[in-house]
């Protein structure tokens, strides 16, 4: 076996191992009952999560699970405490949850057909458990950003975002909230599943206005997950 085979070998080793890691953090209901909801396991702490599979936005994918993994096992490198965070397409609220348990002033955004269910799982997970209240609130990708948070007085330290890139007409509308959301000192987090080209055609244009690192690829699970700032940043320090 040449070096090259043999690399691959290891990298889909750990690549399945990490996917293993991620995934046994979930489980589900022993029993079915009338509501369908999926748990997460944070530092020993359960996590339930309420779905809705009659909207596409209020079930758990695994690109939340596999974010929510990296915060949890990476606090030296991102530490959330007191950073001021910022979730899009929140969908059923994992990450938002996670992150405040982590200790982040949390604004957690999605459409307002999903906000109940987001607003539910976020408020029934962190009560009596965080050092901040999350918010939860509407936000529509696109112009609204502008006026919803203006740069002056709204500045995030981090964006989370997981599975908010798929067959939608609103990746223009997605790309310029990501543009007017990441200010100087922002970090992306972005966990990312690639069912299609057009994902593909995402990436590359977001590498345009963003440096981009990636931080996990899972092959097995169809994800990555990438940090990004700002290339207008990199520039001025480099000046």
Not at 110 to 137: A, S
Not at 171 to 197: G, K, P, S, V, Y
Request: hydrophobic content about 40%.
């Amino acid at each position: 076996m040449d070096t090259q085979q043999s690399k691959a070998k290891e990298e889909t080793a750990v690549d399945a191992e990490l996917a293993k890691a991620i995934m046994a953090r979930c489980f589900h209901p022993s029993l079915i009952g009338t509501e369908a909801w999926e748990g997460y396991v944070f530092s020993d702490m359960e996590i339930r999560i309420k779905e809705s599979t009659d909207l596409y936005g209020a079930v758990l994918w695994p690109s939340a699970t596999v974010l929510c993994h990296f915060l949890e096992t990476n606090r030296d490198k991102h530490n959330l405490t007191d950073q001021n965070v910022i979730e899009l397409g929140a969908g059923t609220g994992l990450v938002s949850v996670v992150s405040s348990l982590l200790g982040a002033k949390v604004t957690s955004t999605d459409l307002p057909e999903v906000l109940g269910n987001l607003k539910y799982n976020v408020m029934r997970n962190t009560k009596d458990r965080c050092k901040y209240i999350p918010l939860v609130t509407e936000l529509i990708w696109g112009p609204e950003v502008e006026q919803r948070f203006p740069r002056a007085t709204h500045c995030f330290d981090y964006i989370l975002a997981a599975d908010v890139v798929y067959a939608h007409p609103y990746l223009e509308e997605l790309m310029d909230t990501f543009d007017h959301l990441c200010q100087e000192n922002t970090q992306i987090l972005w966990a990312m599943r690639f069912r299609l080209d057009r994902e593909n055609c995402f990436v590359d244009r977001f590498r345009e206005r963003f440096h981009v690192e990636e931080l996990y690829d899972l092959p097995s699970l169809s994800i990555k997950l990438y940090r990004a700032w700002r290339k207008d940043k990199r520039m001025k320090d480099q000046r």
